[in-house]
């Protein structure tokens, strides 16, 4: 398969999840003329987003590119499995680097083999790591990576650590 040459400038970058990571790679489109949009739980303000809505549809129709960095939660697990990549029409880059049950290998096949997405890039696995005999290392559209997404430094690790335990903590 040939790639497909697109300009970031004027294209749209959906973010599924709206935290710190979220708005980094947010900012960082806008940087480069992309327009954001982002789904989250409820619609709020959020920096680096042009919009954040709770309509998973819209954001899955209008981005051009849909980066999932959505953690693993009751109402996260299985969100994009079965029919709901459907609502991204045709010809969509679809990269995961949250949490791998977001959607199933099942449904991300379905979604190539039926167009909605052109290619997946994929950092994160319902199964890690990912089978051998998985389909997705064979498939010409999909890049496996092998969750290092972002290189992590001991001291924003710790610092993380110590903001979790606190909030722990505290509640």
Known sequence: LKPKRRRLS?????CLGVGEIAADVARSARAM???TI??????RKVDGFDVVTTDLSRVLRDADVIVSVLPSTQRTRGLLDGGALRACG????FVNVGRGDVVSEESLLSALAN???RSAVLD???QEPLPATSALWAHPSVT???HIAAVTYSEDAARVFMQNLERWVDE
């Open 90 to 93: 045709k010809d969509k880059l």
């Open 115 to 117: 167009g909605w997405l």
């Open 10 to 14: 004027g294209a749209t970058l959906g």
């Open 33 to 35: 003329g992309m327009r």
């Open 124 to 126: 994160v696995f319902t």
């Open 144 to 146: 496996v990576t092998p």
């Open 38 to 43: 982002g789904f989250a739980t409820h619609e």
